[in-house]
C-alpha cells in the first residue's frame, strides 16, 4: 500500500484510481471488505503526490454524485468527504502555507 507514497509514475497512479472510483461507481456488487478496501484505497490516494490525479472534472463528478446518492453506503461518503478535505487542504491550505514560508525565509 505504501505504492502510493513514493511512485510517482502517474499513468499508474491514474490507472489505480480508475479501478478504486470504478469499484466504488459499482458499489452494490462489492462485499463488505472489499468496499473497505476501495474506500481505504481512495485514502491512500489523496494523501499520496498523486491526490490531485482525481481532481478531473470527470472523477469530481463521480464521487460528486457518490455523495448526491442516498443508496450509498455511509462508509463510502465518509471516504469521499475525507478525499474532498484532503485536496481541499493541498490545493488550497498548503499554497498559503509555501507562500507564507517563503516570505519568512526572505
Known sequence: MMIYKTDT???????QAGRVLSCLKNWELLSNREIKIACKTL??????????ILAEQANIMVLAKLLKSSDVKTE???AVVIYFMILFLLLFLDRDNQYSIKRHQS
Open 76 to 78: 463510502i461518503k465518509f
Open 9 to 15: 509514475n502517474s499513468n499508474f497512479i491514474t490507472n
Open 43 to 52: 485514502t491512500l490516494i489523496a494523501h499520496s503526490s498523486g491526490g490531485c
